[in-house]
């Protein structure tokens, strides 16, 4: 697989993404160890141990309400900050968890399809989320920095730096808002952000932000990104260039040296990726 991604598609930097089993570690490593791969970064939870069921990047929460699973979320990016080193991966992309209300976004996202977007009933089942959230989230915050405070101390001992990722889901943490404020209070060289196209772009549809606004703000504090394409209101996944986010407006508001990541279905074509990198190419250069 590395090497198809290599030899075939171009790239010579990869991102691990999460959930990576331990019995591909040894080819992993070795790949790594002949600088046949170079990885850009690391995904957390990227190396699950045998007791994970499930691999969904937010399997263990720094917000839960349990102390036991915010323990696991901790130990389990420890391992993730070790296995960059090993890498020689300079960054871990980190999820953070969510606030326990009932799910909003992807009921939006459905009344968007169903013609109700903008709605009265859309309008009043958002402010309601709102509100819903600004009332429940003092306590998952709070479990969250505690969690994050040990996550950038050992990061900082190994050299590796924690990418923020911004999420899909309004009920997931942080909001924009919060992620500012939480970056503020961190105040750590070890911590940024990650930003996410496909993400932001769903934010921006819903009517919870506007995409362009949001990286002005927060460009400079950027270490990476996942480029992917949007088409309307929520099909992510997308090759560059076939969807809604305006790539030429918001590219130019990110930092020179931020890392760019493809992240694509995996039912794309290896000749539609190429040519999507090779637009990229054209527009934005290396």
């Known amino acids: 697989m590395l090497r198809e ?12 993404d999460h959930g990576i089993r331990m019995p591909l570690m040894s080819g992993i490593q070795k790949m790594s160890d ?10 957390n939870f990227c190396l699950l141990s045998g007791e994970a069921t499930v691999v969904p990047p937010d399997c263990y929460k720094f917000s839960a309400a349990s102390a036991e699973e915010r323990e696991r979320a901790v130990t389990q990016t420890f391992h993730a900050i070790d296995l960059a080193g090993q890498l020689n991966a300079p960054f871990v ?23 109700e977007y903008l709605s009265r009933n859309y309008v009043k089942l958002k402010i309601k989320a709102v509100h819903k959230r600004e009332r429940c989230s ?9 969690c994050l405070r040990r996550v950038i101390e050992y990061a900082g001992s190994k050299g590796v730096r924690l990418g923020i990722e911004g999420r899909r889901a309004y009920e997931e943490i942080p909001t924009e808002r919060e992620l500012a404020i939480l970056l503020d209070e961190m105040n750590s060289p070890q911590l940024g ?18 995409h362009a606004e949001w990286l002005r703000a927060v460009g400079p504090r950027t270490f990476g990104c996942h480029v992917h394409d949007c088409i309307w209101p929520a099909r992510e996944d997308q090759l560059p260039f076939t969807g809604g986010v305006d790539f030429e407006k ?25 040519q999507s990198v090779q637009m990229w190419k054209e527009r934005f250069g290396e």
């Not at 003092?138 to 505690?146: A, G, K, R, V």
């Not at 590219?251 to 279905?265: I, R, Y």
């Open 93 to 115: 992309v980190l999820n953070l968890g969510q606030v326990n209300m009932p799910p909003i976004t992807d009921r939006l996202i459905a009344m968007a399809k169903a013609g």
């Open 193 to 210: 952000y990650w930003h996410d196209f496909g993400h932001s772009q769903i934010k921006e549809n819903l009517g919870f932000i506007d």
């Open 5 to 16: 991604i290599k030899t075939k598609l171009g790239f010579d930097l990869i991102e691990l």
């Open 250 to 274: 918001l590219v130019p508001l990110l930092p020179p040296n931020c890392l760019f990541v493809w992240k694509m279905n995996p039912n794309r074509t290896a000749d539609a990726i190429r």
């Open 138 to 146: 003092p306590q998952y915050l709070q479990h969250m920095q505690d």
């Open 34 to 43: 002949t600088r046949e791969i170079r990885f850009s970064s690391l995904h």
